[in-house]
């Protein structure tokens, strides 16, 4: 690990206000896979670090959300859903400037705007993955209340959490007599990492297109567009 990447990793321990006590995992969290193939400074990339992380982030959110509202397990669910969905985890990942630390290869850092989302959000949970194993259940505990429980009050107040194709739905059967059909219209990425570009037809019109890292995620962003789009 260079002097470089040390000093850089220390601003954001700062930042975050955490002290690793293993800098190679908190090294290992910004460690793309596309890095792995041009250097040879990491032996393992981020990803299963993301896969812990996105666990412990799902539990934490969960009981967070369990001890501070009393609302039936649909509700809960979505208001989940709505915290921890990949736009969410990007944005706030762009907000700590998580970008700045990442190790990509060149050709990734020519990627995308979605693409470069996707890795934020991948990032994140990397991170919060890797805090975890260093720090333990309260500490990055204490890291998600921080930065992403804390949209809970946003996420309640603008109705983030409303299932978006069962809303259209109603209305478009309501005004129409029409049922709002979903059309996968690109997909990108290797098979662990896709993103997916949904389109929202009502009868034989396109009227919206939304992004996401499932199927569902980006039929659900398309939805949320269309009902701008069509109901204002």
């Known amino acids: 690990m260079d002097k470089k990447t040390i000093s850089k990793l220390r601003e954001l321990e700062k930042q975050i206000k955490i002290k690793f006590e293993k800098q190679d995992l908190l090294v290992r969290a910004f460690v793309h896979r596309s890095f792995l193939n041009e250097n040879n400074v990491a032996k393992e990339s981020n990803e299963r670090l993301e896969f812990l992380g996105d666990a412990v982030l799902e539990l934490i959110i969960t009981e ?4 501070k509202y009393k609302k039936n397990e649909g509700e809960l669910t979505a208001i989940r859903s709505a915290l921890v969905r990949g736009k969410n985890l990007s ?13 990509l290869s060149i ?4 990627s995308s ?23 333990g259940y309260a500490i990055a505990k204490q890291f998600i209340i921080d ?8 996420v309640l107040k603008e109705k983030l959490y ?12 309501e005004i129409h007599k029409l ?35 499932s199927k569902n995620s980006a039929e659900q962003d398309a939805a949320t567009k269309a009902l701008v789009k069509l109901f204002g």
């Open 64 to 67: 967070f959300l369990y001890e």
């Open 91 to 103: 944005d706030i990942a762009d907000s700590l400037g998580l970008y700045d630390y990442l190790l």
């Open 107 to 110: 050709g990734e850092k020519k």
């Open 113 to 135: 705007q979605k693409a470069r989302s996707l890795i934020l959000a991948n990032t994140l949970e990397a991170l919060i993955g890797a805090i975890y194993l260093d720090q």
């Open 147 to 154: 930065n992403i429980a804390k949209n809970v009050d946003t």
């Open 162 to 173: 409303i299932d978006s194709k069962s809303e259209l739905q109603e209305k478009v059967q």
């Open 179 to 213: 049922t709002p059909h979903y059309k996968v219209i690109k997909e990108e990425g290797p098979d662990h990492n896709k993103n997916f570009t949904s389109g929202v037809y009502v009868g034989e019109d396109l009227i919206s297109e939304g992004d996401g890292s």
